[in-house]
């Protein structure tokens, strides 16, 4: 719920938007970037999303040979592959423009602008949780936290779990909690409904 104490209006906010689609969809069986949303690829549809926001900077972290190729969006790829998330943010956080950075999964269909932009609001650092459970995926990041991501990696801690719960001790990021309404936006894909049709 919003708290009147923090948040703030979206209008001075500055900020980069990324979706995370580098992702090697194992259970899906293929790139479920490329599923039809009501017509549109997934990947297409998240990234208008991303577009409708206002960010200075709307990018794709994953594989250059995606289906996203030659459509003008640039593209982020992992400087070193196979360190999942953690690895694609720090990649992010160096290559971004601004400080702030909203990034959001490619596999959650029903995510809106509205939740977003309540992200946005706080003008800071934020991530969602629920039950005690991080959604690390559709949160927002600053660079100051890129040394902590380094040390994380270098010892092979690459859970955001672990690290968001040291960030948020150490006051480098807030929580947003997350209302039994809000939930259905954090709904991902990893398999395909039946007979669904791909890009």
């Known amino acids: 719920m919003r708290d009147p104490g923090v948040f703030v ?3 001075d906010t500055v900020f980069s938007a990324v979706l995370l689609a580098g ?3 194992t259970r899906m069986g293929f790139d479920k970037s490329s599923l039809l949303i009501k017509g549109e690829p997934l990947w297409q549809r998240q990234i208008h999303l991303l577009q409708s926001l206002g960010a200075v900077e709307v990018s794709i972290s994953g594989p250059a040979h995606g289906p996203w190729q030659g459509r003008g969006i640039p593209i982020i790829e992992d400087t070193i592959p196979f360190l999942g998330p953690m690895g694609a943010l720090v990649g ?3 290559k971004s423009t601004t400080d702030h ?3 959001l999964a490619v596999d959650m269909p029903a995510m809106h602008a509205g939740f977003l932009r309540i992200l946005l609001a706080a003008q800071r650092p934020i991530a969602p949780i629920h039950d005690g459970y991080f959604e690390p995926l559709a949160a ?3 660079k100051k ?3 902590s991501l380094r040390s994380h990696l270098a010892n092979d801690q690459r859970s955001l779990q672990r690290f968001l719960r040291e960030c948020v001790a150490q006051e480098q990021i807030q ?6 309404a809000e939930l259905i936006c954090f709904e991902n894909l990893n398999t395909p409904p039946p007979d669904h049709p791909r890009s």
């Open 145 to 147: 936290l890129l040394p």
């Open 23 to 25: 992702g090697r969809s």
């Open 9 to 11: 209006d979206q209008e």
């Open 92 to 94: 992010i956080l160096e």
């Open 101 to 103: 950075v909203l990034i």
């Open 140 to 142: 927002i990041y600053h």
């Open 175 to 180: 929580t947003y909690h997350l209302h039994p």
